[in-house]
């Protein structure tokens, strides 16, 4: 009944930028943490960047001063700016929130729902 959308993954020059967004869709009450996460060809996935409704975020130690998690209350989105590209950034991004909607029966939250993954690839 809720859903997330990734999109703006892309082949990209190390150092170049791209920018993820991540729309959430449903009868959204309110989205409380947001995260994005990316998983690499062989690699556990691993938390990348984090926000909470709060605004508080949090960032992995290899992209910070690099990339940047922002999010549009109104618009159920959030964002990942990505500057300065390495190729060790290359994998699949995924979206995760924690979304609190409305349904027939009341409202109810869907915890660590994830979205479909888009691919960034950065080449040397």
């Known amino acids: 009944q809720v859903q997330l959308v990734e999109s703006g993954g892309g082949l990209v020059q190390a150092g170049g930028s791209l920018r993820l967004s991540c729309a959430a869709s449903?009868?959204?009450?309110?989205?409380?943490?947001m995260g994005w996460y990316r998983q690499a060809p062989g690699k556990q996935r691993e938390l990348v960047a984090a926000?909470?409704?709060?605004?508080?975020?949090n960032y992995a130690d290899s992209v910070k001063g690099r990339f940047t998690i922002s999010r549009d209350n109104a618009k159920s989105t959030a964002y990942l700016q990505m500057d300065s590209l390495k190729p060790g950034d290359t994998a699949v991004y995924y979206c995760?929130?924690?979304?609190?909607?409305?349904?027939?029966?009341?409202?109810?939250?869907?915890?660590?729902?994830w979205g479909q993954g888009t691919q960034v690839t950065v080449s040397s």
């Open positions: 995760n929130a924690d979304i609190t909607y409305d349904t027939t029966y009341g409202r109810a939250t869907a915890n660590n729902l």
């Open positions: 926000t909470t409704s709060g605004g508080s975020t």
């Open positions: 449903g009868r959204i009450f309110s989205i409380n943490a």
